[in-house]
T-cell receptor, first 111, second 113 residues
């Protein structure tokens, strides 16, 4: 069951522009959301998270927005840099032990 | 502070064999979760260990089992390997708690022939 969906398998943006990665979920019990970045031959690296009691969380160039009514979250990267090129996974959980991941979006930032 | 480490990095087994994968958690972390990532998919939760006991399990059969040791390191054991078990196996450690972030190791890539 795909409770977390990333419908765009890939995204290409120009260096310096904004990257927007989207994620939808179906389980209304989810109350904690995370974004991870993954380079080839490495494990996922934590980027940023947001609790369901918030609608926005910002950390440097990365901002996550949560729309609970739409069951949608997005990750904004501004400005995008070539080093941001990686696969980005959205994840969600409602208790401590079961984190559900989307299938990932491959971001390519062109110089 | 050392991060999460996993061994081995790569492994080739044949169908029906058994495999043990190992994970050392990050310093200060008492919870270990295991995930399976098939090609082109996101990681899928296998199970989590806290205080040396299984504390939640995903949709995986009993031939997937694990252990957590007093030093919080962990093992994932898979019996009667099937071709579909070929995947990247990821271990993540964290402190106990909903808001605690899980930090991943580099993974073990298992190929079952």
């Amino acid at each position: 069951d795909q409770q977390v969906k990333q419908n765009s398998p890939s995204l290409s943006v120009q260096e310096g522009r904004i990257s927007i990665l989207n994620c939808d979920y179906t389980n209304s019990m989810f109350d904690y959301f995370l974004w991870y970045k993954k380079y080839p031959a490495e494990g996922p690296t934590f980027l940023i998270s947001i609790s369901s009691i918030k609608d926005k969380n910002e950390d440097g160039r990365f901002t996550v927005f949560l729309n609970k009514s739409a069951k949608h979250l997005s990750l904004h990267i501004v400005p995008s840099q070539p080093g941001d090129s990686a696969v980005y996974f959205c994840a969600a959980k409602w208790n401590n032990n079961d984190m559900r991941f989307g299938a990932g979006t491959r971001l390519t930032v062109k110089p | 502070e050392t991060g999460v480490t996993q061994s081995p990095t790569h492994l080739i087994k044949t169908r029906g064999q058994q495999v043990t994968l190992r994970c050392s958690s990050q310093s200060g972390h008492n919870t270990v979760s295991w995930y399976q990532q098939a090609l082109g998919q996101g990681p899928q939760f296998i199970f989590q260990y806290y205080r040396e006991e299984e504390n939640g399990r995903g949709n995986f059969p009993p031939r997937f089992s694990g252990l957590q040791f007093p030093n919080y390191s962990s093992e994932l054991n898979v019996n009667a390997l099937e071709l579909d078990d070929s995947a990247l196996y990821l271990c993540a450690s964290s402190r106990w708690g909903l808001g605690e972030t899980q930090y991943f190791g580099p993974g073990t890539r298992l190929l079952v022939l």
